[in-house]
């Protein structure tokens, strides 16, 4: 039975070993019924072996990886995505989005879309407060969406999600289910937008999961610098998935998922107690934050 | 807020791109906990970074990716394991087995652990029925467990699991929670093991999940030859994850997991109704298959 270990490995699959065996992984994808399909994942391939080689990982570290990937598998569900958030300590994410929008520097930059996004948030009209008991101070966020040659995009739907003062998204909450500090609503005819929310705090990453045990074995910091994320959607443009900085956050150039550009840094203004931009009359000290998008038109 | 652009990048984390990005990742990882830990992590990092740049991956491939892998760990149980799958059919689980295996060509050859192993199998005695209803023709596998000098290894305890003779294993069964075909038993005082069980069949990796999802869009076959799961500890010696394959099994050489090793092929011989080789008296044909096991001691 041992004739074949003579021959030469074209596209056969027994006693395979080192390159031998990489070139017969890749060999089965020559057949892809796409040609993107066949590259990715040759690709991938050639890459995740150069790592198993490189290193040379032990059956131990290789159970312990599967082990790895099933507790963040069982974690990751519709409120948590424990897969996302290893991709963004990875600083994976990140790279993705620089290689993606390195054609549009007039645009604004995209960020990371991290793990607590959720689909189906609470609509609300242009102004409203989306807060919706979010601990924190009252803030009122406002600009345009504008299109890189500075038109005005009416009607852009914008999705908005944050933590609370105290770092924590909705989602994250143990003891309610209460929707807050998320929501979508739409620009009006001359792209403005605005809103009521509260201030955002910087704020740890999740550290309760695989993704915890990760950085704590790196003795990694998992903060991240306060922010608001946006993603806006309008017809025939790029869909823009970003954050909106605080200005003079302690944690600006540590960020745990490398996502701070300078660009997308801005002022919150505090403001005592008196008539918001909007003729609101606020009781309570209040803050401002203003940031204008730029959007980059698909090309035909 | 632009000034840092223009500082040379350390360990900052901000307006990152490219190579920059990569090594402030890299850096994120030198002051782990351990270093083999930071080893692993910083050449993981390194490759799927070069990944995402040699393929140029779009957002959209990046978000198929998360779900691609959410839909694995959510399919992933105590009885299936998806990403054992994965690593299997991208022939990562044999590299490893490979590199961790080169020292020791007299043992019997290791191969993949595969997704159907399962903890807290029903325990026999040697030379007991392990079948326990699997659909098949029943067949006698027998032979020693010694070390890689010929010494007998007395009481070493092995772990059997196959697929029936419809390619099934008990927990793929849709309508029935029974063990069959599993087991585990210890070898008498001279290494010897027997036991009954059905013949082994060639079957397909399951197909109804992201596995099979991606053997179609690679027009790949996910068949696997015959054979039957063996996993032999010995206080004192290294322990060995196997199959024995069946002789003349026309996947041989085109195992979707890239699993065969000839010196892991071995006759299944049929015999007419009569007296088994343990005595027992069989009224249907039956069949036999010998194959002895040899183990590498532990170095000191």
Same mark, same amino acid.
């Given at each position: 039975?041992?004739?074949?270990?003579?021959?030469?490995?074209?596209?056969?699959?027994?006693?395979?070993?080192?390159?031998?065996?990489?070139?017969?992984?890749?060999?089965?994808?020559?057949?892809? @019924? @796409?040609?993107?399909?066949?590259?990715?994942?040759?690709?991938?391939?050639?890459?995740?072996?150069?790592?198993?080689?490189?290193?040379?990982?032990?059956?131990?570290?290789?159970?312990?990886?599967?082990?790895?990937?099933?507790?963040?598998?069982?974690?990751?569900?519709?409120?948590?995505?424990?897969?996302?958030?290893? @991709?963004?300590?990875?600083?994976?994410?990140?790279?993705?989005?620089?290689?993606?929008?390195?054609?549009?520097?007039?645009?604004?930059?995209?960020?990371?879309?991290?793990?607590?996004?959720?689909? *189906?948030?609470?609509?609300?009209?242009?102004?409203?407060?989306?807060?919706?008991?979010?601990?924190?101070?009252?803030?009122?966020?406002?600009?345009?969406?504008?299109?890189?040659? *500075?038109?005005?995009?009416?009607?852009?739907?914008?999705?908005?999600?944050? =933590?609370?003062?105290?770092?924590?998204?909705?989602?994250?909450?143990?003891?309610?289910?209460?929707?807050? *500090?998320?929501?979508?609503?739409?620009?009006?005819?001359?792209?403005?937008?605005?809103?009521? @929310?509260?201030?955002?705090? =910087?704020?740890?990453?999740?550290?309760? *999961?695989?993704?915890?045990?990760?950085?704590? =074995?790196?003795?990694?910091?998992?903060?991240?610098?306060?922010?608001?994320?946006?993603?806006?959607?309008?017809?025939?443009?790029?869909?823009?998935?970003?954050?909106?900085?605080?200005?003079?956050?302690?944690?600006?150039?540590?960020?745990?998922?490398?996502?701070?550009?300078?660009?997308?840094?801005?002022?919150?203004?505090?403001?005592?107690?008196?008539?918001?931009?909007?003729?609101?009359?606020?009781?309570?000290?209040?803050?401002?934050?203003?940031?204008?998008?730029?959007?980059?038109?698909?090309?035909?």
């Amino acid at each position: 039975m041992d004739q074949d270990t003579k021959k030469p490995i074209t596209y056969g699959t027994r006693n395979l070993a080192d390159e031998d065996l990489t070139q017969a992984v890749l060999a089965t994808f020559e057949n892809s @019924s @796409s040609e993107r399909f066949q590259k990715v994942m040759q690709s991938l391939v050639r890459h995740l072996h150069a790592f198993v080689k490189d290193v040379e990982l032990t059956e131990e570290e290789w159970f312990k990886g599967i082990d790895y990937l099933t507790r963040i598998g069982h974690i990751t569900d519709d409120q948590r995505q424990e897969f996302v958030l290893l @991709s963004d300590i990875l600083g994976i994410s990140m790279l993705v989005i620089d290689i993606n929008n390195k054609q549009s520097p007039e645009a604004t930059a995209s960020t990371v879309f991290g793990p607590f996004f959720v689909e *189906g948030s609470p609509r609300f009209a242009n102004g409203d407060d989306i807060a919706n008991g979010a601990s924190g101070e009252p803030c009122f966020m406002h600009g345009h969406v504008l299109s890189i040659a *500075g038109e005005p995009l009416p009607d852009a739907r914008i999705e908005i999600w944050q =933590a609370d003062d105290n770092g924590f998204y909705d989602v994250q909450s143990q003891e309610s289910s209460q929707v807050y *500090g998320r929501g979508h609503l739409y620009a009006d005819e001359a792209g403005n937008y605005s809103f009521w @929310s509260v201030r955002p705090e =910087a704020y740890p990453i999740p550290e309760d *999961g695989p993704v915890g045990e990760l950085l704590e =074995a790196a003795n990694r910091s998992p903060m991240r610098p306060a922010h608001v994320h946006f993603m806006i959607k309008v017809p025939g443009y790029k869909t823009l998935i970003t954050h909106v900085f605080k200005e003079g956050d302690q944690y600006l150039d540590s960020d745990a998922v490398f996502g701070v550009r300078s660009s997308l840094i801005t002022s919150f203004d505090r403001h005592e107690p008196g008539i918001a931009p909007d003729g609101k009359k606020m009781d309570v000290p209040f803050y401002t934050m203003h940031y204008d998008f730029f959007l980059m038109p698909i090309k035909e």
